[in-house]
């Protein structure tokens, strides 16, 4: 099978989307905690309404990254299953003698 025979291609989609992916989950995650409180998508507000405290990072921001290493994984599965799809004939082929 040809399913472990990894090109240059294959190495770039993989880095790319993985990184975009932890770049959303894990990087930002953790500006948002080193930046402190409020960790929600939602800003804080008080009773009367007011904005108090923001989020440093804006939740768009952090779900498009995550998308765009998902878009980026499901084109380059798209791009093996296609490049794989009419591949050479693997069955083997005995000649047994009739009786």
């Not at 995550?66 to 084109?75: I, R």
């Amino acid at each position: 099978m040809n399913d472990t025979i990894i090109t240059t291609i294959d190495r770039a989609a993989m880095a790319l989307g993985g990184g975009l992916v932890l770049l959303g989950v894990v990087g930002l995650g953790i500006v948002e905690v080193l930046a402190g409180p409020p960790y929600g998508a939602a800003p804080t507000t008080n009773d009367a309404g007011e904005v108090v405290a923001t989020p440093m990072v804006d939740a768009n921001l952090r779900v498009f990254l995550v998308v765009a290493g998902l878009v980026v994984l499901l084109a380059w599965q798209v791009y093996r299953m296609a490049g794989t799809a009419g591949g050479e004939d693997t069955t083997q082929r005995v000649e047994m003698t009739a009786d």
